[in-house]
């Protein structure tokens, strides 16, 4: 486990990251998204979609970012090790929305599955170059 | 929701195997144009295989919304994970990566939290 940590750690760091800013861009894609009203949108000319552009930018450099950042870290270890790593967006996104949404509820079966995931991301992460393959 | 027709159900079913697909296969690109250790960070930029991923993802993002237009969201999030299963046949084919007990072990478990995050948010 500790030999893979040091093997892919740095992997694992900007995955985690790249995660992180999945789940940002999500989150400032949620409102722009919802109030979208295209036909308004067409309607107001170039001033309409000068002003959509403007809304989802933010979210879209996060995302580059986050793109950026992923790529640079896949070459930090294995691919079936740190893809699944990606799956952290979904419990980064959950506590973002928690933190920033907090009208928005989260019931405890999400808690458990967060738990869940973060275990899963583990036993993966610490998978080692020594252990047998099934195939 | 109303009840999917078999159109609707091949429909759903090719959608998601390709979306997976496009987006595990995306990660293999991206990795493709990593410059790796001590490699110059900016080249990466030049790489067509980072282009070709990026483009690769918003090809399967854009499949997802058509997913969501079909499923509720809380079917969708866990049927995605079926992008793990495509990325560790994908990098032992292409990458020579061994496919371990304990790398089915995490990704069984990953799979089983993203079906329970999803529930509780369906709820």
Redesign the interface.
Same mark, same amino acid.
């Given at each position: 486990m500790i030999e893979s940590l040091k093997r892919n750690g740095k992997g694992i760091i900007l995955l985690l990251i790249s995660a992180f800013s999945l789940a940002l861009g999500q989150l400032l894609w949620k409102k722009p998204m919802e109030n979208l009203d295209l036909a308004l949108t067409f309607s107001q000319g170039f001033y309409g979609v000068w002003m959509l552009f403007l809304k989802v930018l933010p979210g879209f450099l996060v995302y580059a970012v986050g793109? +950026?950042v992923?790529?640079? =870290?896949?070459?930090?270890g294995?691919?079936? #090790?740190l893809?699944?790593i990606?799956?952290m967006s979904?419990?980064f996104a959950?506590i973002l929305s928690a933190i920033f949404i907090p009208t928005e509820k989260?019931?405890?079966?999400?808690?458990?599955?967060?738990?869940?995931?973060?275990?899963? +991301?583990?036993?993966?992460? =610490?998978?080692?170059?020594n252990?047998?393959? #099934?195939? | 929701m109303t009840p999917l027709s078999t159109k609707d159900i091949i429909i759903v079913v090719v959608v998601l195997l390709t979306s997976t697909f496009i987006s595990s296969l995306a990660s293999y690109f991206l990795k493709k144009s990593s410059p790796g250790e001590g490699g110059n960070k900016l080249r990466m930029l030049i790489s067509p295989f980072f282009y070709l991923g990026g483009i690769m993802y918003v090809i399967a993002a854009g499949e997802n919304i058509i997913l969501l237009k079909m499923l509720p969201y809380a079917m969708v999030l866990p049927l995605g994970s079926l992008t793990y299963i495509w990325t560790m046949f994908l990098s032992n084919r292409l990458l020579g990566e061994k496919i371990t007990k304990k790398k089915i072990l995490g990704m069984c478990i990953i799979i089983i939290g993203v079906v329970l995050v999803a529930y509780g948010k369906g709820k």
């Open positions: 793109a +950026v992923m790529t640079i =870290g896949l070459g930090y294995e691919l079936s #090790v893809q699944p990606n799956s979904y419990v959950l989260i019931s405890w079966i999400t808690v458990v599955g967060i738990f869940v995931v973060i275990a899963g +991301v583990i036993v993966i992460g =610490g998978s080692s170059k252990d047998t393959p #099934v195939n | -």
